[in-house]
């Protein structure tokens, strides 16, 4: 059984940093891909940054230059380095990952529980 546990949000003034980590826990698998999702008030949830197992990134425009998205594939961990804090980051973070299993070769997608950022002006 694989669970997401999601740290590192909470409360910011504008200007300011938050980190926000994704581990993962089980057995028998390995990190294919990851990514961050913001579901602001009353607004959808939307991809704000996202990760292959090779590396290769995407930041949606309003991050771009402020937020960094890493991964410890061996760690099965996802991370976000949020600088720069501006009120509409605001809502509350889901992590994602896409992992294979080892003795299987199939592929899941897994959630996080959610954890909240809010940045105050």
């Known amino acids: 059984q694989v669970q997401l546990v999601e740290s590192g949000g909470g409360l910011v003034q504008a200007g300011g940093s938050l980190r926000l980590s994704c581990a993962a826990s089980?057995?028998?698998?390995?990190?294919?891909?990851g990514g961050w999702y913001c579901q602001a008030p009353g607004k959808q949830r939307s991809l704000v940054a996202s990760?292959?197992?090779?590396?290769?990134?995407f930041h949606t425009d309003s991050v771009k230059g402020r937020f960094t998205i890493s991964r410890d594939s061996a760690r099965n961990t996802v991370s976000l380095q949020m600088n720069s804090l501006k009120p509409e980051d605001t809502g509350v973070y889901y992590c994602?990952?896409?992992?294979?299993?080892?003795?299987?070769?199939?592929?899941?997608?897994?959630w996080g529980q959610g954890t909240q950022v809010t940045v105050s002006s």
């Open positions: 994602n990952q896409v992992l294979r299993r080892t003795d299987r070769g199939t592929f899941a997608s897994y």
């Open positions: 089980g057995s028998n698998f390995s990190f294919n891909s």
């Open positions: 990760i292959t197992r090779g590396g290769a990134t």
